[in-house]
């Protein structure tokens, strides 16, 4: 079971690499709250589609996976594309924003890079 989040935050064609430590830090960019979902399939772990159903019209561009058990576990999302299946209804196409998500294992990991 996860808490979805759906934030006004981050768009992903901006390529800005922006990131909280925790949920709390990002809910002044709140726009929706889906409570413990059990069809979130997080997919490839890189790109997947999220069906879910919402009175409101949605306008948000970031997404949050939050784990319903322990809210430090937590994955960050794009959102693509949203379309609006029926009334009510809407398919998210995300992709993981990958780089926030494993920051701080890129800073601590050894490389050498030639250029750049």
Same mark, same amino acid.
């Given at each position: 079971m996860e808490n979805i989040y759906l934030l006004k935050y981050n768009n992903? +064609?901006? !390529? $800005? #690499? /922006? !990131?909280?430590?925790?949920? %709390? *830090?990002?809910s002044p960019y709140f726009v929706a709250q889906i409570n413990e979902t059990a069809n979130f399939n997080p997919g490839d772990g890189v790109t997947t589609t999220f069906v879910f159903n919402l009175a409101d019209d949605i306008n948000a561009n970031y997404l949050l996976a939050v784990d319903?058990?322990?809210?430090? /576990? &937590? %994955? $960050?999302? &794009? #959102?693509? *594309?949203a379309v609006r299946l029926k009334s009510g209804q809407? !398919?998210?196409?995300? $992709? $993981? *924003?990958? #780089?926030? *998500?494993?920051? %701080?294992?890129? +800073?601590?990991?050894?490389? &050498? #890079?030639? /250029?750049?």
């Open positions: 992903y +064609y901006n !390529r $800005r #690499i /922006k !990131r909280f430590a925790n949920v %709390t *830090d990002y319903a058990n322990d809210s430090s /576990k &937590f %994955t $960050r999302w &794009f #959102i693509l *594309d809407y !398919r998210l196409e995300l $992709r $993981r *924003d990958l #780089i926030a *998500d494993v920051l %701080t294992d890129l +800073y601590n990991a050894p490389m &050498f #890079i030639e /250029k750049a």
